[in-house]
């Protein structure tokens, strides 16, 4: 998609820039008016939970220098109310002190109350107890869902009001949402959706909030809720405000795509994000842009839903560490700027479109006292456009090895036998019904009698989400399912003894489904279990199964301060078996750079730092390429002292904690690219003739290339310069054909010992032309240390 891209233009600067708090917010079918003033803005997602309030400030203040005026997020009302009626606002559930710190960086909040919010987050959000309320039927014309789901709205939008947060009130927040992404299950609902629908709509308005509501995703939202798109390309793909007096909003703009454990990390390019946001202002009158996610962070503990990795949105602006993520949030932060100039042109002018080729295209807004902006727009996907770009390049270092086995302790998690659990049923039960989700693991227990040895074949069928078979303490077999079918099947040979065999089942969930119609009715856990011997297959799924919730070490909280110091540790040995608990202790690296744990040779489990879950992992989990999906989990500076910080694992599998270390990362090197035809070449017309080029073009700005260390770094050596016809782009390059033999020693000049360093892409700069007739790119590559 390296081919399309937009640029602007923007005479007579109407700019009105105003403070972020307080204020009335109505809206037109242009914009939300803010004290009276249409806005264009920009918003982005950051989810409190999946960061630690002291990363707060700094991804906010990112946020905002990259040209975003708003921050969104959702609520988590699992994390909130976990038992009805018992709140919990505290740590990174503290959303009044999110918002409050974005509040004192002057900027707004869209507060996306859901309380259904999907979101890769475990169940949706919704807490499980709401499993268990008779009757209940969610997100539909169901008398006990709408009980709980008004109490929960009525409990966040009162402590806003409290704290007197909404802009009525002088606060920040000046959107909410309520449901999320409805229409997608509406019709399983049949006629207990549409109901529902103008129910929460009118629930919501009745709150008396004092700001507009939206609903995304929902086409038919009622009035005075807006209904907002979401996706990739709301720019072609949105269907329009179903009011002429709504304005077209884009609650989801991906910034990316969420990951699940065996994918592939796909890139969102930066030109394509930018591209499709600047149509959706061009194209949809589009006046309020979030892009999802802005900073994802971590799914800490088990908050990710099904099959979903614990790193969250890594490839956003802001990477899973807060760290800027180039060239993603510089090409960003461009389009902000150059829409902000214009905004009021934009929001109040009138657009007319001109075809400048066979797919370019311009859009002038033309406003009241003769001013104008433009945009151009390229729709050729296919023909080759660089766009001026600067890259970075993260790297880990590692700082602790965990290699020595004096360091490590262990404990063998206790292997459940039928006789020894106090939960017993003749059938299999299915797991979330029977953990009510206080842990991911279910033992099914059972004793098969057998007359002499054999082998045989035990067959067990699974809703999901992962099974780890043992006979007799033995492992005998796993087996999982993936993100698209939790279902699998594991056929496995199984030793049998003559006399009682123990079957030992664990089944484990990775996360509770987070989307779809009637999530209170979703399965998982075992469905059938048969043993075939000697070609007589033998259906145990009717048959005397115990139950144990939960694992030993779990419920002895090894990975507390308090379990992890108690006696039940033996000395590391090095022959590991499954299901192992191992701890060690480490001293935090020094600095200031993001800590991560590098897992690289373990199997899949959960990690604690400090009695916190920095949440699962799963190494073994191989993508078509052959590698893990993700091996370096984020371990927030907060969570560590100085010294002696307690490391608890809890491995499922048969890793090796002699190959974990403490890592850290950063930022070490940085690129730019800019070539002569870049930036493209603005145009200027005669107001009279607006679809009349003039052939003499105007460079707005000279090319250059600019090279941004990360603080407390500087150049320390230019890895490659050249200025010529270098090959390949900022990943993969070379010198080309023509190259100035001057190029290293210009940069170094120009940027060595320096945090920030501009190089023009000019003759003069280079001591003369190295190839005329050739139009020359400058591309440089500069460590930073
Ligand atoms: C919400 O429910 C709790 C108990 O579950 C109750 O104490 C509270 O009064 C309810 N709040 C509202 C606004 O209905
Ligand atoms: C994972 O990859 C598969 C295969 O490419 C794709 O169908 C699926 O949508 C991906 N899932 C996620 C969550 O990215
Ligand atoms: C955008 O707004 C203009 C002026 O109000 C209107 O003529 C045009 O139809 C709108 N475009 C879309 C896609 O809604
Ligand atoms: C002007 O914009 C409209 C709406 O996007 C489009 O249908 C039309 O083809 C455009 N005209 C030109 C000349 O680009
Ligand atoms: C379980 O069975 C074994 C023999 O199979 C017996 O030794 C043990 O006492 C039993 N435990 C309980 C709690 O019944
Ligand atoms: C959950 O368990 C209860 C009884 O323990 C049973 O009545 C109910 O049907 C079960 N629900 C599901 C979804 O299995
Ligand atoms: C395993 O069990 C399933 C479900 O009962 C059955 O469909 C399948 O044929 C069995 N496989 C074998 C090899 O027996
Ligand atoms: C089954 O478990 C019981 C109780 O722990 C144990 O006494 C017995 O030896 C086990 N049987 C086998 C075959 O391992
Ligand atoms: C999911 O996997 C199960 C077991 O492997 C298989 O029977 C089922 O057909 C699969 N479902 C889909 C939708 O692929
Ligand atoms: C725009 O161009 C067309 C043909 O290229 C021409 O007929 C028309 O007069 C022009 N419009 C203006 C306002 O100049
Ligand atoms: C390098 O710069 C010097 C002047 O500073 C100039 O004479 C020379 O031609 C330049 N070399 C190239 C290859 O451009
Ligand atoms: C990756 C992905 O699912 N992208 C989707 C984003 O949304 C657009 C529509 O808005 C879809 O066409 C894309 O498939």
């Keep these: ?6 640029w602007w233009f923007c005479l007579l600067v109407a700019a009105a820039l105003g403070g972020a708090s307080g204020g009335d917010v109505t809206y037109d079918g242009r914009s939300l008016i803010i004290n009276g003033q249409r806005k264009l803005l920009f918003s982005g997602s950051i989810h409190y939970p999946r960061s630690t309030p002291d990363m707060w400030p700094s991804l906010i203040t990112k946020a905002k220098i990259g040209g975003l005026d708003a921050i969104s997020t959702y609520v988590f009302w699992n994390l909130h109310e976990p038992q009805p009626g018992q709140y919990d606002f505290s740590g990174n559930r503290d959303i009044v002190r999110f918002i409050k710190e974005i509040q004192a960086q002057g900027l707004y909040v869209c507060l996306r109350i859901g309380p259904f919010i999907e979101g890769e987050w475990t169940y949706g959000g919704f807490p499980f107890w709401l499993h268990d309320v008779p009757g209940i039927v969610y997100r539909s014309d169901n008398e006990p869902f709408k009980y709980h789901m008004q109490n929960f709205t009525t409990k966040i939008v009162t402590m806003m009001k409290e704290e007197k947060l909404f802009a009525s009130q002088g606060g920040p927040i000046i959107l909410s949402q309520i449901e999320n992404e409805y229409q997608n299950v509406e019709k399983a609902f049949h006629e207990k959706g549409p109901p529902y629908v103008t129910w929460a709509a009118a629930m919501a308005v009745g709150l008396n909030t004092g700001v507009p509501w939206v609903m995304c995703k929902q086409d038919d939202a009622p009035d005075p809720v807006i209904n907002a798109c979401n996706g990739m390309k709301c720019g072609e793909t949105f269907v329009g405000p179903n009011s002429p007096n709504k304005p077209a909003i884009w609650t989801e703009n991906w910034t990316h795509f969420y990951d699940a454990y065996g994918n592939i990390t796909k890139i969102r390019s930066a030109q394509d994000i930018a591209y499709h946001t600047a149509l959706f202002i061009i194209k949809k009158n589009g006046s309020y842009i979030n892009y999802y996610m802005f900073h994802g962070g971590t799914n800490f503990g088990r908050t990710a839903s099904s099959f979903i ?15 800027i993520r180039q060239p993603k949030w510089g090409h960003l932060k461009e389009l902000h700027a150059a829409v902000k100039l214009c905004s009021q042109t934009i929001l109040n002018g009138v657009q007319t479109n001109f075809t400048l080729g066979a797919q370019q295209e311009a859009y002038v807004y033309r406003g009241e006292s003769g001013e104008c902006a433009a945009f151009l727009v390229n729709t050729d996907g296919t023909n080759d456009v660089e766009v001026s770009s600067q890259f970075s390049t993260r790297s880990t270092q590692i700082a602790v090895k965990l290699g020595s086995a004096d360091i490590w302790q262990e404990f063998n998690e206790v292997i459940p036998v039928f006789n020894e659990t106090s939960l017993k049923s003749d059938s299999l039960l299915e797991q979330m019904n029977t953990t009510k989700d206080v842990s991911d693991y279910l033992w099914y227990t059972a004793t098969y009698e057998q007359a002499e040895d054999s082998q045989a074949v035990l067959n067990v069928s699974s809703l999901g989400h992962v099974l780890r078979a043992f006979v007799n303490g033995k492992l005998i077999g796993s087996a999982h399912g993936n993100h698209k079918n939790y279902s699998f099947t594991l056929e496995s040979n199984v030793p049998l003894n003559s ?8 089944s484990n969930m990775v996360g509770l489904q987070d989307s779809g119609a009637y999530l209170e009715k979703k399965a998982a856990g075992l469905t059938s279990v048969s043993i075939k011997d000697n070609q007589v297959v033998k259906d145990l799924t009717n048959y005397s199964w115990g139950y144990q919730v939960g694992l030993l070490g779990e419920r002895l909280e090894l990975y507390t301060e308090k379990g992890s110091s108690g006696p039940q540790w033996f000395i590391f040995n090095s022959s590991s078996k499954p299901l192992t608990w191992y701890k060690s ?4 690296p020094e600095g ?6 590098n897992l690289r040779s373990m199997g899949k489990g959960q990690a604690w730092i400090n009695g916190n ?52 990362v950063s930022i070490t090197k940085v690129c730019g690219y800019v070539s002569a035809s870049n930036p493209p070449p603005l145009i200027s017309w005669k107001q009279s003739t607006p679809n009349q080029t003039n052939n003499k073009s105007l460079h707005g700005r000279r090319p250059k290339v600019q090279l941004r260390c990360p603080p407390k770094r500087r150049i320390s050596k230019v890895l490659f310069a050249s200025f010529g016809s270098p090959l390949g782009n900022c990943q993969n390059y070379a010198s080309g054909s023509c190259h100035s033999s001057n190029s290293t020693a210009v940069v170094e000049k120009a940027c060595l010992g320096k945090r920030l360093c501009t190089v023009p892409h000019s003759y003069k700069k280079f001591g003369g032309d190295p190839c005329p007739g050739i139009q020359k790119s400058l591309l440089v590559e500069v460590q930073c240390q």
Excluded at 499 to 506: A, E, H, K, Q
Excluded at 592 to 597: H, M, R
Excluded at 641 to 648: S, T
């Design 1 to 6: 998609m390296v081919g399309r891209w937009w």
């Design 309 to 323: 990795l614990t790193s969250y949105y890594d490839q956003a602006p802001l990477d899973e560490y807060g760290l």
């Design 499 to 506: 006399g009682t065999n123990n079957i030992s089942l664990l």
């Design 585 to 588: 202790k480490f001293d935090a």
């Design 592 to 597: 200031s750079d993001p800590v991560v744990l």
């Design 613 to 664: 879950s920095i949440g699962r992992y799963w190494i073994s989990f191989l993508t078509s390429a052959g590698t893990p999906s993700q091996t370096e989990y984020h371990i927030p500076r907060s969570f560590l002292k100085d010294r002696d910080n307690q490391l608890v694992l809890f491995e499922e599998e048969t890793g090796d904690p002699l190959g974990i270390s403490v890592d850290t």
